[in-house]
Every structure is written in structure tokens, then in C-alpha cells.
């Protein structure tokens, strides 16, 4: 690119805490912003020309309530100037990465892990916690005025000495499988593969059938692609102890909702604690009927630090694309592209 021209880097959503290091970057590109209502008019915006010239771009989840996914129909308008796609977010589901590495040129992406895997991993120790120790039936009684409720909440169980299983042993797993150090608990985990053992935490490698039948309480951390929509459905919930506890705080359609539901009516589970939903931020109506179930309207990251902070990588992703023509923390399945 001419040093004499600066690229455009186009703003999908919003800058809430970095506005700062958004603004520095005027000094090597123009920052731009699409006028777009919804998913035409962005298409209609690409088609027309209005968004040529752009070289990278800033994504939010929230965009998706705009311009909705960027599946193929979505990557195959934009300009061919286009080569940067920084998503301010670790799941990126909402992206197809096959459409962005099959387009020419290549449309290369990045998300911001780890910064994400303390306030996550925080989360799904409060729902521990608040789904083992019956929590959620005493908050909604208290605010009631009905004290602890009637009848009594069943008695909860301890943390201390359960089995922690691990589905999905990633930065955020591995965050988890740390912090439960704290109870005592014995963590296992299941992978497509087996990590090296300096790189499990101390956790045992066990099949997916292992997993589903020792643990105590089963923590969902895979990402949500193709291949792991409804992972967990009947069969694998059958596994399970009927004293076992379900934790989501990856991606909602990683369970299967309809059969999660029956699981909980029928007791094949004890209870689960949920920030995440299948078709968000509409809820099954029977996990939010059921007392069994705490709930989070995916709350995850919402910290100011950790939004700073996962809204600087993706800030430090556009600035290294400009500058040195590749990403910081590229997607996984693009390392290699």
C-alpha cells in the first residue's frame, strides 16, 4: 500500500473503553463507519462501492444484530480491498471461517483469547457454586419476602472433593481447572486430543463416555462450530449421574436445550447453571420455570477491565495488520493460512 494513503479501518459496533487507542489510529488510518440499519443496506453499502477502500475492519457482537452473520453471502460482497477481519471477542461463531479463507483474497481473522479466560472462568465458578449449593431457589424466595422459600430448598453439596470435568481444555479450561484447586477437586478432562501433560494443568485425559459418567460437575468449554451444535443431547446426558450439575458458559447451542429441559424434569441431572442460550436472548421457557436452573443473560466477560482489555486486542490486531500485514492472535483455524 502507498505510503501516502492511508487505509480505511471501518468500526462495526462500538468502542466503550479503549475510545483512546480507537482515536490513535487516525494517525495511520481514516476510521470509518457504515451507515447501515440492517443486513441489505450493508450489502447494498458493499455492492455500491460505499465501503471500498477498506482494509480492515473492527467487530463487535452486537453487529450481528445489524449485518447479522458473515457467512458466505456476507464475505463474498465485500470489497476486494478488504483483507482484515479483528473480532472483539474469543468465540466467533457468528463468523464462517471456511467463506473468509476460501474468498480471494483471503479475508484473515482474529479474535481476543485469553484476555477473556479470568472474568469466564470467574463466572463459571460462581455458577458452580450457586447450582450445587441450591442457591437460586433462596434469592428469588428472599426478594419475594418468603425468606429461604417454602418448602425448603433442598439441601446443596459442597465443592470440596467433587470431580471437575472438563469438556474442552483450552486457555479457559485451563483457568477453571486452576481455581478449583481451591476445593480440592479432582479434575479430568476430555479433548478431541490429548494434550501434552505439561499443558493439562495436572488434569487426567478421559474419553467423552469417562467424562460424562465421573463427573460431578460437567463445565462446557469447546467452542461452538459445526461439529459440536448439540454435543450435549439424550445419550450423553443418560451418562450422567442423576446427582451431576451442567455448567455453560461457552456457547448455548453447544447442549441441545429441548432434551437439557427433560433431563432436568425427568432428575437425569440435578441441576445446571447457564450464561449462555441456544437462541439468545430468547430462553426455553422450561429452564426458565424450572428451579434447578441458575441463570445468567451471558454475562461472562462483563467487566470494565476485561472489556478494556479485549477491546485493546482487537485494537492492537488492526494496528499490526497496517502495519506489518498480519494479525497478532489469528483464529486457529488460519495460523497455518
Not at 452486537?62 to 464475505?75: I, K, M, N, P
Not at 451418562?239 to 427433560?262: F, H, Q, W, Y
Request: hydrophobic residues 40%.
Amino acid at each position: 500500500m502507498p505510503l501516502t494513503e492511508k487505509p480505511k479501518i471501518l468500526l462495526l459496533g462500538n468502542i466503550d473503553h479503549a475510545q483512546k487507542e480507537w482515536e490513535a489510529l487516525s494517525d495511520i488510518a481514516v476510521l470509518v463507519e457504515s451507515c447501515a440499519a440492517n443486513r441489505e443496506d450493508f450489502i447494498k453499502e458493499c455492492r455500491d462501492g460505499k465501503l471500498d477502500g477498506v482494509f480492515a475492519a473492527y467487530n463487535t457482537l452486537a453487529s450481528r444484530g445489524t449485518v447479522g452473520c458473515f457467512d458466505r453471502e456476507l464475505v463474498n460482497v465485500l470489497p476486494k480491498s478488504w483483507k482484515f477481519f479483528c473480532h472483539c471477542a474469543a468465540g466467533y461463531d457468528q463468523i464462517d471461517v471456511e467463506a473468509c479463507s476460501a474468498r480471494e483474497p483471503k479475508l484473515r481473522v482474529s479474535n481476543v483469547p485469553n484476555v477473556t479466560d479470568d472474568a469466564t472462568s470467574d463466572t463459571a465458578i460462581f455458577l458452580m457454586i450457586g447450582t450445587l449449593r441450591n442457591f437460586n431457589v433462596s434469592m428469588n424466595s428472599l426478594r419475594q419476602g418468603k425468606w429461604r422459600g417454602s418448602p425448603l430448598p433442598a439441601l446443596g453439596h459442597d465443592l470440596r472433593g467433587k470431580v471437575l470435568g472438563i469438556l474442552g481444555m483450552g486457555s479457559i479450561g485451563l483457568n477453571i481447572t486452576e481455581k478449583a484447586r481451591t476445593w480440592d477437586m479432582a479434575t479430568i478432562y476430555h479433548n478431541r486430543r490429548k494434550l501434552h501433560e505439561d499443558q493439562a494443568g495436572g488434569a487426567e485425559y478421559v474419553s467423552l463416555k469417562e467424562l460424562l459418567e465421573r463427573s460431578d460437575i460437567l463445565s462446557l468449554n469447546l467452542p461452538l462450530t459445526p461439529g459440536t451444535f448439540h454435543f450435549i443431547s439424550t445419550k450423553e446426558l443418560k451418562l450422567m449421574k442423576p446427582s451431576a450439575i451442567i455448567i455453560n458458559t461457552a456457547r448455548g447451542a453447544i447442549i441441545d436445550e429441548a432434551a437439557l429441559v427433560d433431563a432436568l424434569e425427568r432428575n437425569i441431572i440435578s441441576g445446571v447453571g447457564l450464561d449462555v442460550y441456544e437462541d439468545e436472548p430468547k430462553i426455553h421457557d422450561g429452564l426458565l420455570r424450572n428451579r434447578k436452573v441458575m441463570l445468567l443473560p451471558h454475562m461472562g466477560t462483563w467487566t470494565t477491565e476485561t472489556q478494556y482489555q479485549m477491546e485493546l486486542c482487537a485494537i492492537s490486531n488492526i494496528r499490526e495488520a497496517i502495519e506489518k500485514g498480519k494479525l497478532l492472535s489469528p483464529i486457529q483455524e488460519q495460523i497455518n493460512l
